[in-house]
């Protein structure tokens, strides 16, 4: 399959498409794991993105189009792919319109994920996440057996460096000024399904269901 999944931060894009990876081999594809992986690795794209990271800001779309441009030719794309955290802005989703009508391309849906504020506030500032494999936890519902400990990989667990209070307040703000439009967006392109997320089999009840519709 081939989706995007819109939602605030904190909406559980992240946990829906580790499960979806599952059910047919859609590889996920997340911008901020790939520049969260560049900042740790020192990289020039990391050097780039870092500061706008931190403050909770977007990267550049330029920035983002270069990484995506090369990401979605790779060959583990061919089974599909689970687009998470990207596209955040009208000027992204255009050119991904473009991007995949030169490749031929064509996206089964964009899947917005709502969720109340309180819930979201609440699940970001209790998350926290594996620095090596990505693995998501949270200190009240789903915390790790060893503290700060991987269970899948023994790595590092931690709060996110834009997880602080100061962060996450500018994140939603972002989100609502610049990555909410989107749902427009999606919705005039006849793609857009909109589920009420109580829990994420919920949402993939939804995603499933109308795959096969
Ligand atoms: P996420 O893990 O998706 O919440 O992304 C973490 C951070 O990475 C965001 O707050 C942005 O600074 C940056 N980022 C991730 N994806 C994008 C994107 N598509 N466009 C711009 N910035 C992004």
């Known amino acids: 399959?081939?989706?995007?999944?819109?939602?605030?931060?904190?909406?559980?894009?992240?946990?829906?498409?580790k499960l979806l990876t599952k059910l047919d081999g859609s590889v996920q594809i997340s911008t901020?794991?790939?520049?969260?992986?560049?900042?740790?690795?020192?990289?020039?794209?990391?050097?780039?993105?870092?500061?706008?990271?931190?403050?909770?800001?977007?990267?550049?779309?330029?920035l983002i189009m270069g990484i995506m441009g090369e990401r979605l030719k790779e060959?583990?794309?061919?089974?599909?792919?689970?687009?998470?955290?990207?596209?955040?802005?009208?000027?992204?989703?255009?050119?991904?319109?473009?991007?995949?009508?030169?490749?031929?391309?064509?996206?089964?849906?964009?899947?917005?994920i709502q969720v109340a504020k309180d819930v979201i506030l609440d699940r970001l500032t209790?998350?926290?996440?594996?620095?090596?494999?990505?693995?998501?936890?949270?200190?009240?519902?789903?915390?790790?057996?060893?503290?700060?400990?991987?269970d899948k990989c023994g790595g590092p667990v931690v709060q996110r460096d834009d997880e602080t209070e100061e962060a996450i307040s500018n994140r939603l703000d972002v989100y609502n000024k610049q990555t909410a439009p989107l749902a427009d967006f999606y919705k005039k392109e006849g793609m857009l399904v909109a589920v009420n997320a109580t829990s994420s089999d919920a949402v993939i009840d939804a995603i499933k269901a109308k795959l096969a519709s």
Do not use: H, W
């Open 32 to 62: 901020g794991d790939i520049l969260r992986a560049a900042v740790a690795a020192g990289s020039e794209l990391g050097k780039q993105a870092e500061a706008a990271m931190k403050a909770g800001d977007l990267v550049s779309d330029e």
């Open 75 to 112: 060959d583990d794309c061919k089974k599909g792919y689970l687009l998470d955290g990207f596209p955040r802005t009208i000027p992204q989703a255009e050119a991904l319109k473009k991007l995949l009508a030169d490749m031929g391309e064509k996206l089964d849906m964009a899947v917005d």
């Open 126 to 150: 209790t998350r926290r996440t594996c620095t090596d494999c990505g693995a998501i936890y949270n200190v009240k519902s789903n915390p790790t057996k060893e503290e700060g400990k991987c």
């Open 1 to 17: 399959m081939k989706l995007i999944l819109l939602g605030a931060p904190g909406a559980g894009k992240g946990t829906v498409a």
